[in-house]
């Protein structure tokens, strides 16, 4: 097994590459930003690597939720929680139980919010497994509940099968068992099968789930109340701690952490680390949530989940007539198209760059070297010709990135065979 410095020394000269090519450790340019366009390196270009995804960053109703807050607030409240919060937060949560329908803390971020619940909802009498796949924060916050205890196991993404058998085999072992993924998995855009899940939950009253679903607040679900809330059963939400980020389609800040029973909200925040030690969500960004989950609510929001629906069919049509190799063909904003190795991955990057479409490289740690992609975050702000224009691109750069790092499509298939399996890879226009 490598050792943890050789692993880091591996990292470290990954991404240094990627900084001395100019494609990571970016800095915006712009004086202004209107959501679409970012210039880097003093090209302007098309922005593809936002994760807000309705494009609420701009919007005139959040911007004046933060004056307001600055105003009557100012910029800091500098308490812990666990002595003072800012007359704003009980106001925040309220509204924020209110739209996800569940008692709900915000946290400084949803990776603090790891921090905060997971060691404190899942006792040493339990069992942890963690997808493979489940997202860095959360692995995180596992070696914490490990610490105290609890046995943490990792087992492939998805399957369902080693997970009956394990439920099956810890029947009378541990008090619960607890499953952790995320609603939408953040680099190849796939979802957690929440339909057999509840399946499963049905058959077995021991497991637990806990689901970090940041990418997928706001876009999508009733309200914007995301994936796992609108499609866990209510079985099995009464068994389930879900997770979103405030940060990202929800143009705010915080980690929005919802429980099936308000003791278990009083639980954590009064215990979870991070909520007595850490700093609060400060006043500017509470008033952006506050008017966000009010902009929520409107019909106004629900259009432009539909306005990014459209983007994703668009998007997922035309790379399926160019054959391109999107590792998932989900309909989500997270698209990523597959390279190989991440030296085709920059080169790709810098193409797409080069004809003024701004993308990030999916590689290492985020997933395997040999895995790696580009990833196109699709917002309400794009155009139908933005999504045409960066597919024909892409169509166009990617044999070409192959050949020059000495690879070709059947290297590529090989490295994504269980994502592509059969379909077709670079057709012709």
């Given at each position: 097994?490598?050792?943890?410095d050789?692993?880091?020394?591996?990292?470290?000269?990954?991404?240094?590459?990627?900084?001395?090519?100019?494609?990571?450790?970016?800095?915006?340019?712009?004086?202004?930003?209107?959501?679409?366009?970012?210039?880097?390196?003093?090209?302007?270009m098309?922005?593809?690597?936002?994760?807000?995804?309705?494009?609420?960053?701009?919007?005139?109703?959040?911007?004046?939720?933060?004056?307001?807050?600055?105003?009557?607030?100012?910029?800091?409240?500098?308490?812990?929680?666990?002595?003072?919060s800012?007359?704003?937060?009980?106001?925040?949560?309220?509204?924020l139980?209110?739209?996800?329908?569940r008692?709900?803390?915000?946290?400084?971020?949803?990776?603090?919010?790891?921090?905060?619940?997971?060691?404190?909802?899942?006792?040493?009498?339990?069992?942890?497994?963690?997808?493979?796949?489940?997202?860095?924060s959360?692995?995180?916050?596992?070696?914490?509940?490990?610490?105290?205890?609890?046995?943490?196991?990792?087992?492939?993404?998805n399957?369902?099968r080693?997970?009956?058998?394990?439920l099956?085999?810890?029947?009378?072992?541990h008090?619960?068992?607890?499953?952790?993924?995320?609603?939408?998995?953040?680099?190849?855009?796939?979802?957690?099968?929440?339909?057999?899940l509840?399946?499963?939950?049905?058959e077995?009253?021991?497991?637990?789930?806990?689901?970090d679903?940041?990418?997928?607040?706001?876009?999508t679900?009733?309200?914007?109340?995301g994936h796992a809330l609108?499609?866990?059963?209510?079985?099995?939400?009464?068994?389930?701690?879900?997770?979103?980020?405030?940060?990202?389609?929800?143009?705010?800040?915080?980690?929005?952490?919802?429980?099936?029973d308000a003791?278990?909200?009083?639980?954590?925040?009064?215990?979870?680390?991070?909520?007595?030690?850490?700093?609060?969500?400060?006043?500017?960004?509470?008033?952006?949530?506050?008017?966000?989950?009010?902009l929520?609510r409107?019909?106004?929001?629900?259009?432009?989940?539909?306005?990014?629906l459209?983007?994703?069919?668009?998007?997922n049509?035309?790379?399926?007539?160019?054959?391109?190799?999107?590792?998932?063909?989900?309909?989500?904003?997270?698209?990523?198209v597959?390279?190989?190795?991440?030296?085709?991955?920059?080169?790709?990057?810098?193409k797409l760059?080069?004809?003024?479409?701004f993308?990030d490289?999916?590689?290492?740690?985020?997933?395997?070297?040999?895995?790696?992609?580009?990833?196109?975050?699709?917002?309400?702000?794009?155009?139908?010709?933005?999504?045409?224009?960066?597919?024909?691109?892409?169509?166009?750069?990617?044999?070409?990135?192959?050949?020059?790092?000495?690879?070709?499509?059947?290297?590529?298939?090989?490295?994504?065979?269980?994502?592509?399996?059969?379909?077709?890879?670079?057709?012709?226009?």
């Amino acid at each position: 097994m490598a050792k943890a410095d050789d692993m880091l020394q591996t990292l470290d000269e990954l991404i240094t590459d990627g900084v001395r090519r100019g494609l990571v450790h970016n800095t915006a340019e712009d004086e202004r930003l209107d959501g679409r366009m970012i210039t880097v390196g003093g090209v302007p270009m098309v922005n593809f690597g936002s994760c807000c995804y309705l494009g609420l960053e701009t919007h005139p109703a959040l911007r004046a939720g933060v004056i307001d807050a600055v105003e009557r607030f100012g910029t800091q409240f500098a308490s812990s929680r666990a002595y003072l919060s800012s007359p704003a937060y009980p106001v925040v949560e309220e509204a924020l139980t209110g739209l996800l329908g569940r008692p709900t803390v915000l946290a400084p971020s949803t990776s603090m919010g790891h921090l905060a619940a997971m060691p404190v909802v899942i006792g040493g009498d339990d069992l942890l497994l963690l997808d493979h796949q489940v997202h860095h924060s959360v692995q995180t916050a596992a070696k914490l509940v490990q610490a105290q205890g609890t046995r943490v196991e990792v087992l492939p993404h998805n399957d369902l099968r080693t997970l009956r058998r394990r439920l099956t085999e810890n029947r009378d072992t541990h008090r619960r068992v607890w499953y952790a993924v995320d609603g939408l998995y953040s680099m190849y855009a796939d979802f957690a099968p929440f339909a057999e899940l509840n399946e499963l939950m049905a058959e077995h009253d021991q497991l637990w789930l806990y689901v970090d679903d940041a990418h997928s607040f706001s876009w999508t679900g009733h309200h914007g109340r995301g994936h796992a809330l609108e499609e866990l059963s209510p079985l099995a939400l009464s068994r389930s701690v879900v997770t979103g980020s405030l940060n990202k389609s929800f143009a705010a800040a915080g980690g929005a952490l919802s429980f099936p029973d308000a003791e278990t909200r009083r639980r954590v925040f009064t215990v979870g680390g991070p909520l007595i030690f850490s700093g609060p969500v400060q006043p500017p960004m509470l008033g952006a949530v506050l008017a966000s989950v009010e902009l929520h609510r409107t019909p106004e929001v629900a259009a432009l989940q539909d306005r990014l629906l459209h983007l994703i069919r668009l998007f997922n049509d035309l790379a399926a007539e160019r054959g391109l190799p999107v590792v998932s063909r989900s309909e989500a904003p997270i698209r990523c198209v597959g390279a190989g190795g991440p030296q085709v991955a920059y080169n790709l990057t810098a193409k797409l760059r080069a004809a003024g479409y701004f993308t990030d490289v999916a590689t290492a740690p985020a997933v395997p070297p040999k895995r790696s992609g580009i990833r196109i975050t699709l917002t309400a702000h794009h155009t139908d010709a933005d999504i045409a224009g960066i597919v024909d691109t892409l169509a166009d750069a990617l044999p070409r990135s192959l050949a020059e790092e000495g690879e070709n499509v059947t290297t590529l298939r090989r490295a994504f065979h269980r994502q592509l399996a059969d379909a077709p890879v670079l057709r012709a226009a």
